[in-house]
């Protein structure tokens, strides 16, 4: 079976709006510097096990972060906008991930005058079984 993230990359990557953006360029944080861009890196913020009174119900939620990185205020808006294409009430199986749910938390933009770059930090709450 996959990791959350491995799936996360499979369905980003596998969006074709998005890759004729980023291509492939999905990576784990922090961004490699001098990596081309635009490109999203991502990290798992926190994880916590959804219970009921019962017990544990086989679901997890993740909170996760990407960072949208581009040369250009218009280019991050683009990319983001794909991203929310692509993830947004997400819902399905990849590499033996179920994905009940991908609901967006968070979205704001940054400018790092020391790479010239922008950044868009886009948060999701994704509920999985893993």
Same mark, same amino acid.
């Given at each position: ?23 492939? *360029? ?81 979205? *704001? ?22």
């Amino acid at each position: 079976m996959a990791s959350l993230e491995e799936s996360l990359v499979t369905i980003l990557t596998g969006n074709v709006a998005l890759a004729a953006l980023v291509g492939t *360029r999905v990576e784990p944080a922090p961004k490699a510097q001098g990596s081309d861009l635009p490109a999203i890196s991502y990290t798992r913020v926190s994880t916590v096990t959804v219970h009921a009174h019962s017990g544990a119900v086989g679901l997890r939620r993740a909170w996760v972060q990407f960072d949208v990185w581009a040369s250009s205020a218009l280019s991050a808006q683009a990319v983001t906008q794909a991203l929310h294409t692509a993830l947004e009430h997400y819902r399905g199986t990849v590499g033996g991930v179920r994905i009940d749910a991908a609901l967006s938390l968070n979205d *704001r933009a940054l400018y790092s005058p020391e790479t010239n770059s922008y950044r868009r930090i886009v948060e999701y709450y994704i509920w999985s079984n893993v």
